[in-house]
């Protein structure tokens, strides 16, 4: 039987709890331990090389562990409750790092809690097990250091109570119902980051290949769980547990009656038809070099902001790109996106894979204008996207393509002056392809074998992307 012991803070007040726990910052998790006397707490039931079996990068939740066990003397457990019931409170720890240009981002996404794939269509966003958690949370961030060997190490940098502002609840919600939508269609096979904005279903697997049953269908699914984005705990880091760091604008400033994404539509929409010229000249864009990124300046103009960055935009990694339809009704242009080292990328797995990541945890807002019989450019609207289920099996098949290519050697050919590769080129598949990215022949990265080779990136092919576009954009 555990040893009653009497804490150091009223587990019925969240304030309470918040200043108790302050005593945190500062202190490495090596500290945390050093400092705690377990022959009197008596709530770690095994303290056999309790410090190696928690350094074990393996424990997941280790760090977490520590927190609870050995600062807040309380049993770590998988109640269905928030860590601390009686406040309300749910505990957190949980990774930020900073960035060789100084930025400071979270280093991953926040795990709420599993989704039950059983239960969750019955529950309301209010009443459901992840709001229960999510509504107030004690925030613990440590800096994680990629040259600190021991785990145990890393130091522990702010402590904050977060709840999600007004504003934020109304897009989880959504969020919430998108994902229970989808599972109540018997999709949760093909749940992914990029079908939300702030709160994700994310993977959590021990396995790549671990599934699960879902009520609505007879695929099986990942598990999956409950989690704010990565791009959502960054802005939470910077503007809310950060003191004094930049506040992007808000495409939203009043309430709103449809859904943060109709609203953005319909603000686009108003402009639909108007020349690039018109918009400039009623948006008041002034320049005298015409930017390349010109038709995605009008974009944000329209919706209200200043620069190229807006809040909402930054908390759910939506991207924006713009669309050109020619008269031909085409679109001449593929869609580029960061180049990849050729190194790194044959040391990765397709599941965490960097660009498999990438499109299937990014929302997109594809900004349509298409040329007139007179080949004068008009703004056509929007439309958020991103890379259905399927077609991501297809980026897949080219990604693997491409990694043992660059695992057997490249094989590089010369023909009337000009060098040609063996990468998947746009006809060997309808969604993606492999070709340069570079500012020319000297811009390269080295290849395993040690040649060096021009930058190369993943296209999404331009005959795709225009498939993707709403049937209004393209009749």
Not at 1 to 14: A, F, G, I, V
Not at 146 to 157: H, V
Not at 340 to 368: A, H
């Amino acid at each position: 039987m555990l040893q009653s012991y009497e804490k150091d803070y009223d587990e019925t007040s969240p304030i309470s709890i918040e200043n108790y726990a302050k005593r945190l910052i500062g202190k490495s998790f090596a500290d945390i331990c050093n400092e705690d006397d377990m022959s009197e707490t008596m709530i770690v039931r095994d303290t056999n090389d309790y410090e190696e079996k928690h350094e074990n990068k393996k424990r997941k939740g280790g760090l977490g562990e520590i927190i609870e066990e050995r600062f807040f003397h309380y049993q770590s457990n998988n109640d269905a409750r928030p860590d601390f019931p009686e406040a309300g409170v749910e505990l957190k720890v949980t990774p930020y790092k900073i960035n060789k240009n100084g930025t400071i981002v979270a280093k991953e996404r926040l795990i709420i809690t599993m989704i039950d794939y059983f239960s969750v269509v019955y529950e309301s966003f209010e009443e459901s097990h992840m709001w229960l958690k999510a509504r107030l949370i004690m925030l613990v961030y440590y800096l994680y250091r990629q040259e600190i060997e021991n785990r145990l190490d890393y130091t522990i940098g702010f402590v904050k109570l977060f709840t999600p502002q007004a504003q934020d609840i109304q897009i989880m919600k959504q969020d919430y119902q998108v994902i229970t939508d989808k599972i109540r269609d018997g999709k949760a096979h093909e749940l992914s980051g990029g079908d939300t904005l702030y709160l994700e279903a994310a993977p959590k697997a021990s396995t790549s290949r671990d599934r699960r049953k879902q009520p609505y269908g007879d695929e099986l699914a990942k598990p999956r769980a409950f989690a704010f984005k990565n791009s959502y705990m960054t802005y939470v880091l910077n503007n809310y547990i950060i003191p004094g760091q930049s506040i992007y604008e808000p495409i939203v400033k009043t309430d709103i009656k449809e859904s943060f994404e109709e609203y953005v539509v319909n603000k686009i929409h108003a402009f639909k038809d108007c020349t690039v010229d018109e918009l400039c000249l009623k948006l008041n864009i002034l320049f005298e070099k015409k930017p390349k990124n010109l038709e995605a300046i009008i974009a944000y103009r329209i919706l209200g902001i200043k620069g190229n960055h807006a809040e909402e935009f930054v908390k759910a990694n939506v991207v924006v790109k713009t669309i050109r339809i020619g008269k031909n009704n085409k679109i001449k242009e593929s869609m580029s996106f960061p180049t990849f080292k050729f190194k790194e990328l044959v040391q990765e797995e397709w599941e965490t894979s960097t660009f498999g990541t990438y499109l299937s945890e990014t929302r997109f807002l594809f900004v349509i204008y298409r040329f007139d019989e007179d080949n004068v450019l008009r703004l056509k609207g929007c439309q958020f996207w991103n890379i259905p289920f399927n077609d991501l099996n297809e980026v897949q098949s080219v990604w693997k393509k491409t990694r043992q290519i660059l695992i057997d050697g490249l094989k590089i050919t010369r023909v009337n002056g000009k060098n040609y590769n063996n990468f998947p080129n746009a006809s060997e598949n309808l969604v993606c392809h492999v070709r340069p990215h570079a500012r020319n022949s000297k811009d390269t990265f080295e290849l395993p074998d040690g040649r060096e080779y021009p930058k190369q990136c993943f296209w999404l092919n331009n005959n795709y992307i225009f498939s993707q576009l709403d049937k209004n954009f393209i009749e």
